[in-house]
């Protein structure tokens, strides 16, 4: 046992930075958040995926605090029917009359201890005594651990957002803010264990377990109605929970590379230790940390985890496909994602994130009304070679009719999945118009020529999105599925973005060299211009198009 008094307590202390009503930026302790939660606009850190570690830390505390009983804290009926009713009716209350914060406020209290960021025993989301690990490094510098700064093992970042002694040292707040999310997202490493307890046999960590998710939240008009969207309160098959606990209300574990079952309740898997750290301070300030491998549990079918998108895939030596999380792409803006997030067909490997399911229950069970506005944001986390560094953090967002979750409107994400492909299907055409220019500008080598034609129709692609994206935001959330006519609103983005992807190619048609207008060898610019015109002109054309390529020039154009 150290020689430690229990000091900042995150209860008490002010250490969640959060944005008030009037657009300022404020830290408030875990106590006055769930307070004033309706008085505040969302959460403010530094980085989307730590707002993300810090919202997933205070759904577990409303789990671990209201699940399993009703308003007045009665316990549900012990059935599953009698959970599953309980559940409803409590959200329901809790959307129309806010948080029971007296009952909040007990049940932290009680765990009042585990809380606290320096403690003799129970550190909170640390470990008291931590060997030093087996290699050179025994403990890192605030520089690992602070998100912001992206900074690997042997290689320094350039343009960090900090210098000097900010570089280095974290006062506690900042300090308990990074260490949820480095507990939650960390790279990999190639020996995270103590001195001596290395085994070749021993199961591979990898990132945290954020970093392996596509993560999805659903944000509402204030702090409070975000945390009640993502407040899944049913599993994804509509069941109840299992029994697992929080963090607080279990045994501290020193086990590394720690195989768990995976957690069957929300409680669980949010509060999931990855890593096993213990920060390191002089004269009131965090001046370094230590950590170990920490726990971890196989990654197929983990359904209990309900923000994330998920992929249907067969690894190596599979007999069979499995669900896994999917991460996003950075360049890849999430209404192109769109059908991820709401299409669920087993027979084409689709499955909504359990959030999304959660939103669609409520919906069609009557507790939110059709025509709020939902607005999913996305979180993704790039990892360099090995997942040794972070190399970039990136964030999206996409608002859309609650109505559209409806299964009577399933009809509409339908069309509108299929328009989406219809649009993919416009952006080829002016990639393939931007690889024919390049071809015919007279480049004469066969590699460098599809080189040049290559790079010419990806970054043409990679306009066109851009160019399109405002559009389909505001497109998609204009879409009222109780007034629109289906027809009349599909054929309002084809003309939209036909007309978008057309004024791209005149742009380009325009922009060529007189060298290329002749083409020489290759075909002319101004004939792969008239293809264009005429592949775009309607669906069917455009359809007709995409069938002809095939081989390798289809393969090429993927």
Known sequence: M???????NLLDEPWIVVRTANGLRKEVSLLELFRCSSEYQSLAGEMPSQDAAVLRLLLAILHGALGGRDIDGEPFPYDDEGQIDGALELWKSLWRNGLPYARIEAYLKEYKDRFYLFH???PFYQLAELDERDDAFGSFSTAKLIGDLLEGDNKKRLFATRSGIGKDTLNYSEAARWLLTFVSYAETFGKLEAKGRTSKDDPSVG???????GLVIAIGDNLFETLMLNLTLLYSNGTPWGDDKPFWEKPVSKAERNVVALPNSQAGILTLQSRRALLERSNNIVTGFRFVSGDI?????????????WRYTKQPGERIEHYRPRTFQPAVQVWRDFSSLVVQSRADGRRIPGVIWWLKYLVESGYIPSSYLFRIQTIGIAYGTMQAVTTDVFSDSISFNAGLLSELNSFWVKNIVDELSTTDKLVKEVGSLAQNIAKASGVK?????????ANARDDAKTTAYYVLDPHFRSWLESIDPTVDNIDKKIDEWWVTSQKLIRALGRELISNCSPQALVGGSNQSALDSY???????RNREALKKAGEKKHGKAADNDQ
């Open 2 to 8: 150290r020689d430690i008094v229990p000091e900042f």
């Open 120 to 122: 003799p025993t129970t």
């Open 530 to 536: 008239s293809w264009f015109i005429s592949n775009t």
């Open 445 to 453: 080598d066969g590699k460098a020529d599809w080189a040049h034609g």
């Open 207 to 213: 990132v945290g377990w954020l970093g392996k998710l």
């Open 297 to 309: 549990f196989p990654s197929e079918e983990a359904f209990s985890e309900m923000m994330t998108i």
